[in-house]
């Protein structure tokens, strides 16, 4: 079967509005669905300036102490990923909770969105957040989204387009094309359909502080296209390895992170994401990980982390 992005949008919006009119989807459903604790907390009152912290926080949600500086990558703290209406979002629940709750970390320096898919730009996370440190937080996203949540209170709002980079907060951040798209839903324009100019984009991130590198690839399927960002060393590269059945279109394998992290990257360090923490996709729940421990065996680079909660440190020398 062809399972094409707008047949799964088709599909869900067709769902969607069932169950308004006849609830009978589980979007409304009363009964109680099991949510995992995660057997590891990270302590990000212990971390120091002069090393790198990196907390898997659920999903795409990394927790990154870069010296000093704390960086939260596509923040979703919500119960749900799905459409924001009338204060309450509408879309899958989680299987696993975020391993930290909001007020439970330092106020972040960056607020780094690799695009605007729901489950990378939550906006109900993004509103909670903005509303605890109003005007005080620094967010970056991809070409063509900061429309969704330009609203919120930021203290600033940027997008960057590929290949273009920026210093922030003593941070250096380029923005990097991926093998993705961008539209949050299926009537706007996208990159991926050849709007270049006008389209939604979707960026992986290069970020450069004391002369330490940290990749967040963001979402993305197998591509060569980071071969162009091998010339200096990735000390940290932060992989999707979820929802790739049947979205292999849009989504990596974990083998094809990590020949892309190893072979084209030449990082030293692997770090899983978008696994784990909302059922997207047909693989079974403990699959990616899985695969990426037994694959990683034969790649030269180390698996930094392999679970929610956990932390995974580097130091400065």
Known sequence: MNFSRRKFIRNSIVSFIGSVLFGSSKLFSNQKQTTATPSNKPSPESWRND????????????????????????????DRIGLYFLGMTYGLSRISFPALQIGEFPKPDLVLISHAHMDHMDYETLLKLTSLYPDQLDCITAFNTKDVIEELKWKSIKEIDWNQSIVLNGIRIKALEVKHFGWRFPWENDRSKGFLKDGRSYNAYL??????RILFAGDTAYTSKFLNYNSQKIDVALMPIGAYNPWRKNHCTPEEALVMASYFLKAEN????????????????????????????????NIGLNQIGQTFRLGGN
């Open 207 to 212: 970020l450069e502080r004391n002369n330490k």
């Open 270 to 301: 692997f770090i899983p994401m978008h696994c784990n923490t909302f059922r997207q996709g047909r693989e079974p729940v403990d699959e990616p990980v899985n695969w990426l421990m037994n694959s990683s065996e034969h790649y030269n680079i």
């Open 51 to 78: 090393e790198i912290n990196i907390a898997w926080i659920g999903h795409s949600t990394l927790l990154i102490n870069f010296f000093g500086k704390i960086i939260l990558t596509d923040p979703v703290f919500s």
